[in-house]
Structures are given as structure tokens and as C-alpha cells.
């Protein structure tokens, strides 16, 4: 998600977008997850939770250098230069198949329901907040 220029200074929203593109970028490793479900030996991953507090205090913890890094030559660049928002884990899962798959799909569609959720959540309180603003900005009688 780029960062409009009308919210750049307002640490409030900067915090909002941030938590949207972490909710983005853990949907695209849900789905990879469900994408590799019958894969041999794949063990699903995660991103690291988020510090609300922190990024309200603007503390972003992708500001501080904890992007996705290639510790192996078979790994593919990240199409944005290999700096992600946020940080992937291997989350280890309740059931692990005779092939080495740790994917419970079961799991994986809770987390992706509950992203989406969170994600609708943030949307909603962001169109809010720029309601509120331009209310405040609005001429008085207009």
C-alpha cells in the first residue's frame, strides 16, 4: 500500500496503514500456505505479530530493519527489493502428515478469516478518521 500524502505527518493513520499492509502481506502467506498444502515436507508459515502500542508510537517494526531476508540461494527475490513489512515464521501446526506437510487447512482458513476481519475493521476506523478530518476542515456553515 503507498502512503497517501495527505496522511504523511498524522502518525495516527500512518499507524493504520501500516497494520493494513501487515494484514495484506500475512493473506499472501495464508495463501501460499493453502496454495502448498499437498506439498511434501512444507511447514506453513507466519508473520510475526505487530506491536499495536509501538506503532502508534511510531515504532514501526519495519523501520527498523526486521524486513524478510534470503538466507538460502533457492529463495526467490521479493518483487519490491527484498525488504517485506513484515517479518515470516515458520508456525508450527497441530498435525503433521506421513509426507513431512504440517498444513492444517482447518487453521489456515481461521487465519485468513481473521485477517480479513481485521483488515475490514481497519479500513472502517481509516475511513472514519478521514471523515472526522475533513469534517474538522470544512469551512464553519458549509
Known sequence: MTTNMANQGIGFLNALQSRMSWLNDRQKVVAQNVANASTPGFKPRDLMGQD???LMAG???AANGLGMTMTNAMHLPSPDGGAT???EIVSLDSETTMDGNSVVLEEQMLKMAESRMQFQAAVSFYE?????LRMA??????
Do not use: W
Open 52 to 54: 499495536f502500542g509501538k
Open 59 to 61: 515504532q514501526d517494526e
Open 85 to 87: 513489512r513484515a517479518r
Open 128 to 132: 472514519k478518521s478521514m471523515s472526522m
Open 137 to 142: 476542515a470544512k469551512a464553519p456553515g458549509k
